[in-house]
C-alpha cells in the first residue's frame, strides 16, 4: 500500500483511507549486522521464489534430494466454534519454508460452511496490507448474497503478522495519533522520521528478524496453498480486494494448478514502476473535486452554503490552533474524512457531522471516526499505525529505489502540486526498517482455471489502469471486467452487473466477453423500511422527487413485478428507466422515472451538462 501523507486541506486526512488500500514501497536496509544478515536470509528467499515461479507447478509437499519437504496434509488442523456460527482454529506453518521441518508459526483462520448445495471453499482477502481475513469471512457470511454463502465454505487466513497471526503491535495509541496530525513542512517531516526510527527501533526489539523478514506476500501465498492442502486439497476460489489482489495474483503465478476460480477486485500492482505517486495524486485530487461538486449539486447537503472542502479545512485549521472540538481529535477527524475517497457515499453521514462540527460539536464527526480505526485484536494500538503494514511492506522490498528517507521530501512536494486538496504524501521509508525484502518477481498466470480482474473507473484508490495492466499481465488466463461505478472496490456491495458476472464465475465459472463492461449503478433517491417497501426518505433533486414519489408511498410493483421487500426491487444502471405502482393511502399511483446518480455523485450532472 501507498501510506501517502497528505497535507494542506485535509492535514493528512486521507491517511487512513489510503493506507487502507495500496502497496507502499520499501528500500534497501542499512549497513548494521543484523540488517546484512536478514538482507542475506531475504536474497536467499528471493532466489527461491524465482525458482518458485519459474516452474509453479512444484508442490508444496514434493521432495527434494536433500531437504525434508513440508506435507501439510499431515499437519494438524482442527476448527471450533468461535461465535455466531463460525468456526476458527490456529494452524502451523514453517517460518521458512526452505526450512520445512525447522520453526514454525502459527497462522489463524476463519471459517463459517456452506449453507446449501456445496461447490467449494472461497478463500478471501480484504486488503491492507495490514488486515486480517476474519472480518471479511464474519461479514459476508452474515450479510452477504445467498447464492455465494449458500454454496461455499467461506475461509479467512488472517496473513502473518496480521488479525490473529502472530499480530505485529510496535506502536501505543498516542504514537499513532501523533503520526496522524502530522502536515507536511521540515519540522513536521523531521517528527515523521523520527516516530518512523522508533516504531522500527520498537519492532526489532520486540520481533525476531527472521519473523519480520518472512512477513511476504510470497509467504502469504505459500500459507495459503497449505490450509488448501491441509483442508483437502480440492482446487480453491478466492476473492481479493486492493492488495488481496497481490496475494490472489501471486498465488496464481505460484499454484496454477490449485485454483477453480478467483476474482481480483481493485487491482493493485505487483510492479512498483506501475504505480506512480504523482499520478496516483491526481486520481485522488479529482475525487475529492468531484464530491465538492457533488455536495454543491446536491441539495439536501449540509455543507453546500461554504463547500464540503472548505469546511473541511475550517474544521482541520481549528484543530491545529485548539487541539480539539470536543472529543474529536486529528485522528478521528482524520480518519473519519479518510473515509470519503474511497467510499463516497460515507458523504451522507460525513456532511451533516462537518455541519456540527463547524457550529462547534464534534461528537458525529468523531464518532465515525472512531469506526473507522480498525484495530488488532487484543491490543490497542492502531492497525494501519501498529507496524503491521510497514512490516509486510518491507519485508516484501518493493520500490526498491525510491523509497529512502533521502526521498520523503521530493514526494511530498510533487504530491501536494498534483493533489492541492489532498496535500503532500510519501512512501514507507524502509531503509530505516529492520528488515527489508529484495521484491516480488513479475506474476504470469499459466493455468487454465478462469480468472475475473475487475476495475473501477472511477477508482481513486486503486486506478482503473492498475487492473487493465494486472489483467494483461496474468496473461489469457484473466478477464477484465470494467465498472464505471465510483469508489474502491465493488463486488459483494450491491446486486446488479457486476455481482451477476461475479456469480457467473464462481457458481458457472463463467467469465463475461472480453470488453465487457457494467454501467454505474443507477438510484432513485429513496430511502424505505426493510420489510414492505414503504418510502421514508427522498433526495432532493432526485428521479424519484421528480417523478412524485413521496414519503409513506408503499412500492406493490416494478417494472411489471410484484415487491414484496426491498430485494424485490430491480436494480439498474445509471439512465435505465423504472416505472412504479404504489399504493399512496389506498390510491393506486403509477410512477415513472430514469435512473440517476446517487448524491455522491451528482457530479455526473455536472459533467452532463458541460458536456
Not at 481529535?329 to 457531522?353: E, K, Q, S, Y
Not at 414519489?549 to 426491487?569: K, L
Request: aromatic share 6%; glycine share 10%.
Amino acid at each position: 500500500m501507498i501510506a501517502l501523507t497528505p497535507t494542506l486541506r485535509l492535514s493528512r486526512a486521507v491517511l487512513l483511507a489510503l493506507a487502507m488500500a495500496l502497496i507502499a514501497g520499501a528500500c534497501a536496509g542499512d549497513s548494521s549486522d543484523a540488517d546484512d544478515a536478514a538482507a542475506a536470509a531475504a536474497d536467499s528467499a528471493a532466489t527461491t521464489v524465482e525458482e518458485e515461479l519459474a516452474a509453479p507447478d512444484t508442490s508444496l509437499a514434493e521432495a527434494s534430494d536433500d531437504v525434508e519437504p513440508y506435507d501439510p496434509t499431515t499437519a494438524s488442523l482442527e476448527f471450533e466454534g468461535c461465535g455466531d456460527g463460525f468456526e476458527c482454529a490456529m494452524f502451523d506453518v514453517p517460518l521458512d519454508y526452505d526450512e520445512p521441518t525447522g520453526e514454525t508459526v502459527q497462522i489463524h483462520i476463519t471459517r463459517q460452511e456452506a449453507s446449501g448445495e456445496r461447490i467449494g471453499t472461497l478463500f478471501l482477502n480484504p486488503g491492507g496490507p495490514g488486515f486480517g481475513a476474519e472480518d471479511m469471512v464474519r461479514g459476508l457470511g452474515q450479510f452477504g448474497p445467498p447464492p455465494v454463502v449458500e454454496a461455499f465454505d467461506l475461509i479467512g487466513i488472517d496473513p502473518r503478522g496480521t488479525g490473529r497471526s502472530g499480530p505485529i503491535d510496535c506502536n501505543t495509541d498516542d504514537a499513532a495519533d501523533e503520526l496522524r496530525k502530522l502536515s507536511f513542512d521540515d519540522a513536521d517531516l523531521d517528527e515523521y522520521i523520527e516516530d518512523f526510527r522508533d516504531l522500527a527501533a520498537t519492532c526489532e526489539e520486540r520481533y525476531d528478524l527472521g519473523y519480520l523478514a518472512s512477513l511476504t506476500t510470497v509467504n502469504a501465498a505459500r500459507d495459503m496453498e497449505s490450509v488448501r492442502l491441509a483442508l483437502g486439497g480440492e482446487p480453491l476460489n478466492f476473492y481479493g480486494a486492493s492488495y488481496g489482489t497481490a496475494i490472489g495474483s501471486v498465488f496464481a503465478t505460484m499454484y496454477p494448478d490449485s485454483i477453480r476460480t478467483m476474482v481480483l477486485d481493485a487491482a493493485v500492482p505487483t510492479d512498483p514502476a506501475d504505480g506512480t505517486f504523482e499520478s496516483r495524486a491526481a486520481e485522488v485530487e479529482l475525487a475529492l473535486t468531484r464530491l465538492d461538486t457533488s455536495c454543491d449539486l446536491w441539495l439536501d447537503c449540509p455543507v453546500a452554503d461554504v463547500g464540503l472542502l472548505e469546511a473541511i479545512d475550517e474544521i482541520a485549521e481549528t484543530l491545529e490552533t485548539e487541539g480539539s472540538i470536543g472529543n474529536l481529535d486529528h485522528a478521528r477527524f482524520n480518519a473519519a474524512i479518510g473515509a470519503l475517497v474511497p467510499a463516497p457515499d460515507w458523504l451522507f453521514d460525513v456532511a451533516p457531522a462537518l455541519a456540527e462540527a463547524l457550529d462547534g460539536s464534534g461528537s458525529a464527526l468523531a464518532q465515525i471516526g472512531v469506526g473507522q480505526l480498525t484495530r488488532i485484536p487484543d491490543s490497542e494500538a492502531l492497525a494501519t499505525n501498529s507496524g503491521s503494514t510497514q512490516a509486510i511492506v518491507c519485508a516484501d522490498g518493493w520500490n526498491l529505489e525510491n523509497s529512502t528517507v533521502d526521498e520523503l521530501a521530493g514526494q511530498a512536494e510533487r504530491t501536494a502540486a498534483a493533489a492541492p486538496n489532498a496535500g503532500g504524501a510519501w512512501e514507507t521509508p524502509c531503509d530505516l526498517w529492520p528488515v527489508t525484502g529484495a521484491g516480488i518477481p513479475a506474476v504470469s498466470y499459466r493455468g487454465d482455471a478462469p480468472i475475473l480482474v475487475i476495475g473501477n473507473e472511477g477508482d481513486a484508490i486503486t486506478p482503473l489502469r492498475w487492473s487493465e495492466d494486472l489483467a494483461a499481465e496474468l496473461g489469457p488466463g484473466a478477464t477484465l471486467l470494467v465498472s464505471e461505478a465510483t469508489g474502491h472496490t465493488i463486488a459483494f456491495q450491491r446486486p446488479g452487473c457486476v455481482d451477476d458476472h461475479v456469480f457467473a464465475l464462481l457458481l458457472d465459472e463463467v467469465l463475461p466477453e472480453e470488453g465487457s463492461r457494467c454501467g454505474a449503478p443507477g438510484l432513485v433517491g429513496i430511502g424505505h423500511t426493510d420489510g414492505p417497501v414503504v418510502v421514508t426518505r427522498v433526495t432532493s433533486g432526485s428521479p424519484a422527487e421528480a417523478a412524485g414519489v413521496q414519503i409513506d408511498d408503499r412500492i406493490i410493483e416494478a417494472n411489471g413485478s410484484p415487491v414484496e421487500f426491498w430485494y424485490d426491487m430491480p436494480q439498474g444502471s445509471l439512465g435505465d428507466p423504472l416505472d412504479l405502482v404504489v399504493d399512496r393511502g389506498g390510491e393506486i399511483v403509477e410512477l415513472s422515472m430514469v435512473r440517476g446518480p446517487t448524491f455522491h455523485e451528482f457530479w455526473r450532472l455536472a459533467d452532463d451538462a458541460a458536456g
